[in-house]
């Protein structure tokens, strides 16, 4: 069926695609480090490298909206609604930058849909935000979606990527409690800084089987065994803790300094951590010194307890160097504080960790890139905490990391004093007017105006978010079933990939082969894969986890409107409603026809297949 001609129209969308994820792949390829696997204890300099991808999201973007079908932008004008709007619309006042104007809501829809929830909105939920006229209709939307589980699932999935939590690294059943504890967190909109203080303090003393140990999923991920899977490395297991925190709470990467100091080997990557020894870096881990972590054998299970003798420095590790020997006393690399002996260290730490300005700072980049695509600084864990004030007089070439300080200073000190909240963090950047920004811009774009984000920029869609918009497409979900690592039985069935706990979770080998050329992350040994690649395009072609989904059977879609009593033209509208979130372009709607009328089945099979395969399904934009 899919091999058939469908005329000049579907062939040029179809290389139009091919293009423009060639494009997305090649400039990957131009950055020293761009999709590259990530492995633990892997220190280069371009994996640091202080190198924005300005010019690749950019790129990108103009690439995509020129393929994008026309549309009518909102003629709503734009109002500097809170902190968001007022640094980045003044930066662009004062610097007369143009930007793009707003974004219809059909566009508006289907971003916020899958910025939120990780989904696409069906057609009913798109038909309903559309036709309301309410003013404050965006707003209740956002309210509306960060309210759901859909939200839960998709930012608890996401944050289990971030944390790399898999069964092969912290057991079966800590698996399942942890992602049972982080979507309870994010339900409950539990304040961030509590939610990383109980990761780093957790304590499992006998084993972590039971629920109230969840939040040791965290450390127990960077346990490093020593000669045998029983035996325990601690120091390096110390190591291997702060690097993470630091990389994921502080958005730092002290990776090369846990090896060899800074000086002679990064001063083409990072003026801060030139000055910074192994010393400083040990005087971190010292604060996990007495933890251990130890795997009961047989058990899948670990404990955590902090009875040891400290951070030894005279030993040899498996990992990195030989330390140096010499008395190390636990201390706060960003300022120096050290911790009271008298006192449970890692509590010390935690505090120490989430009252610094840079943690929330961090935070707030974090998340802010999720929803613009480029972080405000990017990558987002690799801050320069020396080229961070505007004013301060750098030697060339460098310059201030931020493209905008003051906003991401503004935007931190308002998380931390709305408690840390998530659900407050995001309902502020959705409702901003420059989150809502087209991603088409009217008029000659320049290389200049991207640190402004003066127009949206396009994301391609992630590979759970490609998996859930086929099913919510095609209404052919996969009810796969999802395992209870305690008893090793089948529980509920799962029918979006974001409701299970891991990759791991659910055993499915089509989906998981679709799921890995879009870049899944493993979180064993790689973090997600971002790009694209010719083989993602003949994957949406050919694989049976799409073609399947748009025949006329097993209760999908096309085969429920097949057989419904709406005309040929209510159909093909039905198609892209549910598919591309908007209506067809009239040329379209006439193709679409044509082939309805040869054949109604073959036609709204080959119809939707055509869809899914469109640009503007692949692209959140």
Known sequence: MRQRAFGKTLFVMLWAILTIWLGASSLHAQKPNAGKTRFPGEHTEEKLAPVRPDRQISDLTHQVTAQLPPTKSSQQKIVWRNLID??????????????????????????????????????????????????????????????????????????????????????????????????????????????????????????????????????????????????????????????????????????????????????????????????????????????????????????????????????????????????????????????????????????????????????????????????????VDAFDLARQDPKAQLPAPWTCQPTNTDLLDALARDFAAHRFSLKYLMRTISRSNAYQLSSRFDGDWKEGYTPYFARHFVRQLTAEQMHDAISQATLVFGNYKRRDWTYETPIASARFWTEAASPEDINSGEAKNFLRTFGQANREQFDRQPGGSILQAMMLMNSPFVTNRVLAENGSLVEQLVKSAKSNGELVEELYLATLSRHPLPQEKQLALSWLEKDRRQGAEDLHWSLLNKLDFVFNY
Not at 192 to 210: C, F, G, I, R
Not at 227 to 256: H, K, P, S, W
């Open 86 to 379: 007022q640094h980045l619309f003044g930066a662009m006042q004062r610097d007369a930058i143009p930007h793009a104007p707003l974004t219809n809501d059909y566009e508006f829809c289907r971003r916020l849909y899958l910025d939120l929830t990780g989904r696409i909105p069906t057609p009913a939920q798109l038909n309903a935000f559309v036709s309301n006229n309410a003013p404050d209709k965006r707003d209740k939307l956002i309210e509306e979606l960060i309210a759901s589980p859909a939200w839960v699932g998709h930012w608890g999935y996401w944050y289990g990527d971030l944390v790399r939590a898999c069964a092969n690294r912290i057991g079966n059943p800590t698996l399942k409690h942890f992602d049972a504890w982080l979507r309870q967190s994010f339900k409950a909109d539990k304040p961030y800084d509590q939610l990383v203080s109980e990761m780093l303090t957790a304590t499992a003393p006998n084993t972590n089987w039971m629920p109230d140990a969840a939040p040791s999923g965290f450390l127990t991920r960077w346990h490093i065994t020593g000669a045998t899977m029983y035996d325990d490395n601690y120091e390096d297991t110390a190591d291997e803790i702060i690097v993470n925190a630091a990389r994921l709470f502080l958005g730092v990467n002290y990776q090369c300094i846990s090896c060899h100091g800074g000086k002679g080997f990064l001063e083409k990557v990072s003026l801060d951590l030139v000055s910074k020894k192994r010393r400083d870096f040990w005087a971190m881990a010292a604060f996990f010194g007495n933890t251990r972590i130890r795997v009961v054998p047989y058990q899948d299970r670990y404990t955590i307890t902090d009875d040891g003798n400290g951070y030894d420095t005279k030993g040899w590790s498996q990992v990195r160097l030989q330390r140096e020997g010499g008395d190390i006393q636990p201390t706060f690399i960003l300022t120096g504080e050290k911790a009271d002996p008298r006192k449970p260290l890692r509590p010390q730490f935690a505090r120490m960790l989430t009252q610094h300005p840079q943690f929330a700072r961090a935070t707030v980049n974090l998340i802010w890139k999720q929803f613009f695509g480029l972080g405000l600084v990017d990558p």
